[in-house]
């Protein structure tokens, strides 16, 4: 697979702006308007793309890895390359989500040292503190488990074939994530204060599948290209239509909350992964501004990510805009001034905590 391959890169950049586009309804509050709840979803579906682009290119680097070498230094080789990735910024983010916790006189949650480990959200509700962190949890924690049990599984029966200890992985791992959102329909679903966005979608237990699609359609890819190649428009008709008829049928089978509970989430997914290889083999377009612009989005993503809501939204909403009267700050205007804001940000995070960090994974 290449460093960089340009339909991966559109998929970062849509599922970025989703997840910005779906947050800046904050600062629309009380304005009602055409498409506001289509809006308002865009932010689940933005980070369920994620996982799933992670999937694939994170499942994709373990299969070539650890197909020809089983060690215990490529082991440390992933975490250490994933870690460089992902837990600088992390920690920075984190920081100064605790010291704006403390400049508006907010209560950290009593699990706050959870966070420096991600198991904020483990078993349990994501506290209302670094909401976004509660993906990265999801995340982190698949790619702990996932190369460990690969590793100790194929030194337990060297004789079995390295793909087929991958694919039963995967499978094993899904079939115990629906095991444990089964348990959810007796163990949270029935609270009085029960919220699915944050006792079942925001909790690592429940969604230990989360990326497992994305590793799944990457083991086809490889071993049947020709096909998922040649019927990449069918796979994009075929996900609408497994989403739209899976929804209806699972429903009237098992009712609302079964299907919230425990099918949703992998029927999103499912869903999502059936379009990856359309966006893989996607050429850029002829217009070159558009490809640097989508290079660009895609490249800063996880800085936005991390910037946008928790760090620059909250001082946006809750210091500048309540403490200045700007009279000129009508929403359309504030809304674009507060994405120039995350953009600019994002930009000199990339430049000045990421990429330094990148190097050294080198």
């Known amino acids: 697979m290449k460093e960089r391959v340009f339909g991966l890169d559109v998929i970062r950049c849509i599922a970025i702006?989703?997840?910005?586009?779906?947050?800046?309804?904050?600062?629309?509050?009380g304005v009602t308007f055409f498409g506001r709840g289509f809006i308002q979803s865009l932010g689940f579906f933005g980070v369920e793309l994620f996982f799933i682009l992670s999937g694939f290119l994170i499942g994709n680097i373990l299969y070539d890895w650890f197909d020809t070498d089983t060690s215990y230094k490529r082991l440390f080789h992933f975490y250490a390359r994933r870690w460089l990735r992902t837990l600088p910024l992390y920690y920075i983010i984190l920081v100064i989500n605790v010291l704006l916790a403390?400049?508006?006189?907010?209560?950290?949650?009593?699990?706050?040292?959870q966070y420096v480990f991600f198991f904020q959200n483990a078993l349990s509700r994501m506290p209302n503190f670094f909401n976004e962190s509660w993906s990265l949890s999801v995340e982190e924690s698949i790619y702990v488990i996932i190369p460990f049990l690969l590793l100790m599984i194929?030194?337990?029966f060297p004789k079995i074939p390295f793909k087929q200890v991958f694919i039963y992985v995967i499978l094993g791992i899904i079939l115990l994530a629906f095991a444990n959102r089964f348990h959810a329909l007796n163990n949270v679903a029935h609270q009085i204060n029960y919220v699915w966005n944050l006792d079942v979608k925001a909790v690592v237990i429940y969604r230990l599948d989360?990326?497992?699609y994305g590793f799944?359609?990457?083991?086809?890819?490889?071993?049947?290209?020709?096909?998922?190649?040649?019927?990449?428009?069918?796979?994009?008709?075929?996900?609408?239509?497994?989403?739209?008829?899976g929804k209806l049928i699972i429903y009237r089978g098992f009712g609302f909350e079964v299907f919230q509970v425990v099918f949703y989430l992998p029927l999103v997914s499912i869903s999502i992964a059936l379009l990856i290889p359309f966006f893989y083999q996607l050429k850029p377009f002829s217009l070159e501004w558009i490809n640097h612009a989508i290079v660009f989005v895609s490249k800063i993503s996880y800085s936005l990510y991390l910037w946008h809501y928790s760090i620059i939204l909250m001082i946006w909403k809750y210091d500048v805009y309540s403490n200045f009267n700007f009279p000129f700050l009508n929403n359309p205007i504030q809304v674009a001034l507060y994405l120039g804001v995350t953009f600019l940000v994002s930009y000199f995070s990339y430049q000045y905590i990421e990429k330094p960090f990148l190097r050294l994974r080198k």
């Open 154 to 156: 194929k030194k337990a």
């Open 17 to 29: 702006l989703m997840v910005l586009f779906c947050h800046t309804l904050w600062l629309l509050d």
């Open 210 to 212: 989360a990326i497992l």
């Open 102 to 113: 403390f400049y508006f006189g907010n209560i950290l949650p009593d699990n706050t040292h």
């Open 216 to 245: 799944l359609i990457m083991y086809l890819y490889k071993h049947f290209t020709h096909y998922l190649s040649n019927y990449k428009i069918l796979l994009v008709v075929f996900a609408f239509l497994f989403y739209q008829i």
